[in-house]
């Protein structure tokens, strides 16, 4: 079946260091890639997202790349802030169905 | 653009109870989603609204869950006879179809904690 594997489950970062997190999908259909941040006891909002027709998409301290032909694609946060710290998840979906398969998580901690 | 809500925010019942919570989507979103997150895991899409047809059923959603949308706004889910493992966070978004090959971005809400007890 579809599945998302993110890695790793936990990164620790000093502040202002880089951080990279990394999803790997299954399903060679899928076309859309969103990553979302989420604090403890809210809900998991947008950072930014991507779709298949573009390799790299940049916005501010935030980018993502994506290798279509390894089905990979991954989260990179430059210049990290205490503020960064969270838990941040990785999702694919295809086609217009639009339900999310999400990985597990990667809860990164910034370390002034 | 006020987001998504979703009501209660924390639900603690006992197992047998029947419980019901409310999602009211962005407005004008003409899609509405259901997911469930268990502690340290990622959300698990339950099923989704297009207007007021649901258009799609996960496998995790038993005959116990059936959830609504009566007007293609808000949306409701109810679980019947709760079970310990019914305990977790159900998370609700919306998104906007802009065009039936265009995948939509989805914005989530709050989320209602479930404990069962």
């Known amino acids: 079946g579809e599945n998302v594997e993110q890695h790793p489950s936990t990164l620790s970062v000093q502040e202002g260091d880089s951080a990279v997190i990394k999803c790997t999908y299954s399903?060679?259909?899928?076309?859309?890639f969103p990553w979302y941040k989420q604090e403890l006891g809210k809900g998991p909002q947008l950072i930014i997202d991507?779709?298949?027709?573009?390799g790299e998409k940049k916005d501010q301290r935030i980018a993502v790349t994506l290798n279509k032909t390894a089905k990979h694609f991954s989260l990179h946060i430059t210049e990290t802030q205490p503020e960064d710290s969270a838990v941040y998840f990785c999702a694919d979906t295809k086609g217009s169905q639009g339900n999310l398969i999400f990985g597990k998580g990667t809860k990164l901690s910034v370390k002034p | 653009d006020t987001g998504v809500s979703q009501d209660p925010r924390h639900k603690i019942t006992k197992r047998g109870q029947n419980v019901t919570f409310r999602c009211d989507p962005i407005?004008?979103?003409?899609?509405l989603y259901w997911y469930r997150q268990t502690l340290g895991q990622g959300p698990e899409f339950l099923t989704y609204f297009q207007n007021e047809a649901q258009l799609e059923k996960s496998r995790l959603l038993s005959d116990r869950f059936s959830a609504e949308r009566p007007k293609g706004s808000f949306s409701t889910l109810e679980i019947q006879r709760t079970e310990q493992g019914d305990s977790a966070m159900y998370l609700c978004?919306?998104?906007?179809?802009?065009?039936?090959?265009?995948?939509?971005?989805?914005?989530f809400g709050p989320g209602t904690r479930l404990t069962v007890l």
């Open positions: 399903d060679s259909a899928s076309n859309y």
């Open positions: 978004a919306s998104s906007r179809l802009w065009a039936p090959t265009l995948t939509d971005t989805q914005y």
């Open positions: 991507i779709r298949s027709n573009v």
């Open positions: 407005s004008e979103h003409n899609r």
